[in-house]
């Protein structure tokens, strides 16, 4: 008959450093990497893609409203998207009071220049997310109706933006 080996408490706080040290060098790796990335130059040049545009749209047309509601818009938009559930009502709501280009540019500025970081995994303890602009997040989040929905709303009011 064989016996069992009994293990040690010991074993197990070198085993739990391990994994944790493990985890912690994995983390960094991911950060390293992400940070030398392709992708930083272009989302640089889509920040001065924003501003550029934003700056050439304020010659003809004027914001509609104060930038503080722009940033309070761009925080109702993640939590309804991001909340536990989608509320496209809310969603469509502050697409419905965008008057011009103006006002859809500083939405999209007041959202992240050029992309904001976001954790759409609201159920999970710890995640380390992904960086999105306002259109990926919509994309993300609302089906093909719903988007072409929003569309519709900044068509109608002359807007040349799309999700």
């Known amino acids: 008959m064989a016996t069992q080996q009994k293990i040690t408490p010991d074993t197990w706080i070198k085993l739990g450093v391990y994994v944790a040290g493990g985890v912690a060098v994995a983390f960094g790796v991911k950060k390293v990497l992400d940070y030398f990335k392709p992708d930083r130059k272009r989302e640089a040049g889509e920040g001065k893609q924003i501003e550029t545009e934003l700056q050439q749209s304020e010659k003809t047309e004027k914001q509609s409203y104060p930038d503080s509601v722009y940033s309070g818009w761009a925080a109702s938009i993640a939590t309804a998207v991001f909340g536990g559930g989608s509320d496209e009502a809310a969603i469509f709501d502050i697409f419905r ?14 959202w992240g220049s050029p992309k904001r ?13 992904f960086k999105m602009n306002l259109p990926e997040v919509l994309r993300y989040d609302l089906d093909a109706s719903e988007v072409k929905l929003i569309n519709n709303i900044l068509a109608s009011k002359g807007i040349k933006y799309r999700i």
Do not use: I, R
Request: no cysteine; glycine share 4%.
């Open 97 to 110: 009071k965008l008057k011009n280009n103006t006002d859809y540019l500083k939405l999209a500025k007041a």
């Open 117 to 129: 970081q976001v954790y759409p995994d609201w159920f999970v303890f710890y995640s380390t997310g």
